[in-house]
C-alpha cells in the first residue's frame, strides 16, 4: 500500500536556526508531492508543491523543498526559522493522477523558541 | 470570499447518536473529501466526491456515510457503527480533473461521551 512516512515528529528550534523535515512516500510510479502547513487554530494551507518540472520548488514564506526521485523523498528546508514557523506540518502525496486524493505523512510539529 | 465552510467548529455527541457534519464550499470545485485528523497520524481519507452524486469509499470509510447531491455540498455522517468517532474532521475541496491542490476548511472537532 501507498504509504507518507515523515521522519520527525516533534522539531524544537531557536529562531535563525535552519530547518530541514524529511519526507519519503513508498510508490513507484508518478507522483504529485505537497507540503502543508498548519499554523495553531488555523486551518491547513499549501506551503509548496511538485508536479514536474525542475525538483527543486520553492514556496510560500522562505521555504523549498527538493523532489530526489532516487530516494523517493521530498524534504522541506528553511534557511532560517522564526517563531511564526510554529506549526505542524504534513508532507502529502498524489499517485493517482485522475483523482485529487491525497495520503499524509504523520505530521511534524515544529516549535521555533524566540 | 471563497473558501469552505465547516460546521460546527466543536460538536459534542452521547454514544450510540448518529451525528451530521456540514461542509459547504463556493469555490466551484468539482470533487470534495472528508478527512480524519488524529495525533501522530496525519489525515486519512475517509470519503471522497468527484462529482455531484457519486462517492467513493477512502481508507477509512467504515462507520461513515456521505451524500452529494449538491455540488456546493457534502455532508458527513458519522454513524453508530464507527467505533472510535473521537477525533478533528477535515473537509476540502479540489477543482478536479487530476492533481490539484486541496483547499481545506477550519475542521469540526467531534468529541463523543
Known amino acids: 500500500a501507498q504509504s507518507v512516512s515523515q521522519h520527525n515528529h516533534h522539531v524544537i528550534l531557536s529562531e535563525a536556526a535552519s530547518l530541514e523535515l524529511g519526507c519519503n512516500y513508498s510508490y513507484g510510479g508518478t507522483v504529485n508531492l505537497f507540503w502543508y502547513v498548519q499554523y495553531p487554530g488555523q486551518h491547513l494551507q499549501l506551503l509548496l508543491k511538485?508536479?514536474?518540472?525542475?525538483?527543486l520548488v520553492k514556496g510560500i514564506k522562505g521555504f523549498e523543498a527538493e523532489f530526489i526521485k532516487s530516494k523517493f523523498s521530498f524534504n522541506l528546508r528553511k534557511p532560517s526559522v522564526q517563531w511564526s514557523d510554529t506549526a505542524e506540518y504534513f508532507c502529502?502525496?498524489?499517485?493517482?493522477?485522475?483523482?485529487?486524493?491525497?495520503?499524509f505523512g504523520q505530521g511534524t510539529t515544529l516549535q521555533v523558541k524566540p | 470570499d471563497g473558501g469552505i465552510t465547516q460546521s460546527p467548529k466543536y460538536l459534542f455527541r452521547k454514544e450510540g447518536q448518529n451525528v451530521t457534519l456540514s461542509c459547504e464550499q463556493n469555490?466551484?470545485?468539482?470533487?470534495m473529501y472528508w478527512y480524519r485528523q488524529d495525533p501522530g497520524q496525519g489525515l486519512r481519507l475517509i470519503y471522497y466526491s468527484q462529482i455531484v452524486n457519486d462517492f467513493q469509499k477512502g481508507d477509512i470509510a467504515e462507520g461513515y456515510s456521505v451524500s452529494r447531491e449538491k455540488k456546493e455540498s457534502f455532508p458527513l455522517t458519522v454513524t453508530s457503527a464507527q467505533k472510535n468517532p473521537t477525533a478533528f474532521y477535515l473537509c476540502?475541496?479540489?477543482?478536479?480533473?487530476?492533481?490539484?491542490?486541496?483547499?481545506f476548511g477550519q475542521g469540526t472537532r467531534l468529541t463523543v461521551v
Open positions: 476540502a475541496s479540489s477543482s478536479g480533473g487530476g492533481p490539484t491542490e486541496a483547499f
Open positions: 511538485y508536479f514536474s518540472g525542475d525538483p
Open positions: 469555490l466551484n470545485h468539482d470533487a
Open positions: 502529502a502525496v498524489n499517485a493517482q493522477s485522475n483523482t485529487g486524493k491525497l495520503i
